[in-house]
């Protein structure tokens, strides 16, 4: 019964994928939600089912592949604790885990996800079941509330720094069923996931911004999307830059994001690392795991994309002492370039750090 349910439905949300990923939907954010929704509700394949948190995590593909951000979860579980739960707000979302190959893959990557998260991040045992595409950080925050976890804040920490289920609970009662009974979720069978490869990753995309609840992802999430689609690009042999930024903001921000993509395009074409994304991957692994977390100016990203980076030790070193990065004399005696090429070199070296000193030094804003 399910099979021929799937079968009759996945050529119809086949096309209205690409259509998201494309960005050649005729109507609005707002109206693709409902009509992907619809089709879904009337196929009969989307059941509403109660969870245990245990039994909860996150598909690898949620946050353009980021999963989660640790820091944003406790950020998320802080609001939790002074606002308390508004049932109408709770929206969960989640394939369940199919038996085989690929439902280790959802299972490991969730757990590779733990242990890179230094401690901010409760770990899973083998009892995963479903794993979210919408409502992953507000069920990661719960689960650090019932099973543990380094604490960021004060407010709901216990005397081992860890989250305190006693402060949370003082602090706001209404999430105790929540934690004893467990969480409505609405899921989906992973075979339909199967058929329409990126559908989950579509509908947590366009849900979030249909509900309101859209928030940027970070300058490196959002080269992830980027890079992702200069792949399916690739494999075409037609690779358009312009299109691929304005795909990239579709259900992430729309035009309002289009410049920030357009010069987050620039650092991908440079400094991605090639088809597999390794030097892109190896930065977003280190901001998942720093405790403070900082944004990175998608304006900072495209200088870097211009940078030589035979020359980067320099660069830090030049800051520090005020000396021309290429010949290392001081700023009065520059012998290796012209007045203005000076004052050009002196202020733009600031701009010209590794994607490291960039993280750990710029504002940070929500």
């Known amino acids: 019964m399910t099979e021929s349910r799937i079968e009759q439905v996945a050529p119809i949300l086949r096309s209205m994928v690409q259509q998201h990923e494309s960005n050649t939907f005729p109507q609005g954010v707002e109206a693709f939600n409902t009509d992907i929704e619809n089709i879904i509700d009337g196929s009969g394949l989307l059941t509403e089912e109660t969870r245990q948190l245990q ?59 733990v242990s890179q998260s230094d401690d901010l991040l409760c770990p899973f045992g083998d009892q995963i079941e479903v794993v979210t595409g919408r409502g992953s950080h507000s069920c990661s925050a719960l689960r650090l509330v019932k099973f543990g976890g380094k604490s960021i804040y004060d407010e709901i920490a216990g005397p081992d720094g860890r989250v305190s289920r006693a402060k949370f609970l003082a602090l706001q009662p209404s999430w105790a069923p ?19 490869p990126g559908l989950l990753a579509c509908l947590s995309r366009t849900g979030n911004a249909s509900h309101d609840v859209f928030r940027v992802p970070t300058s490196i999430q959002f080269c992830s999307r980027i890079h992702a689609l200069y792949n399916a690009a690739s494999k075409l042999g037609k690779v358009d830059w312009p299109k691929i930024a304005k795909q990239a903001v579709c259900g992430n921000g729309g035009a309002s994001q289009l410049q920030n993509a357009e010069m987050l395009c620039d650092f991908v074409r440079a400094w991605s690392g090639g088809a597999n994304a390794s030097l892109l991957r190896e930065v977003e692994q280190f901001e998942r795991s720093i405790t403070v977390k900082r944004k990175v100016f998608a304006s900072d990203l495209q200088a870097l994309s211009t940078v030589d980076l035979l020359h980067a030790p320099k660069y830090v070193a030049a800051t520090y002492m005020g000396h021309c990065p290429t010949c290392l004399e001081p700023p009065w005696f520059y012998r290796c370039c012209s007045r203005a090429e000076r004052a050009i070199t002196y202020y733009t070296t600031l701009l010209y750090m590794l994607p490291y000193y960039l993280l750990h030094t710029s504002t940070y804003k929500l």
Not at 180 to 191: F, I, N, S, T
């Open 178 to 196: 929540l934690l004893d009974r467990g969480v409505k979720v609405k899921v989906l069978p992973a075979e339909l996931e199967m058929a329409v």
């Open 55 to 113: 039994n909860i995590a996150t598909h690898p593909d949620n946050r353009e592949g980021g999963m989660l951000v640790p820091i944003d979860v406790h950020q998320l579980l802080m609001k939790f604790a002074e606002n308390g739960f508004n049932p109408k707000l709770w929206d969960v979302l989640a394939l369940r885990v199919p038996a085989g190959w690929l439902g280790d893959a959802w299972k490991k990557a969730n757990h590779d996800l």
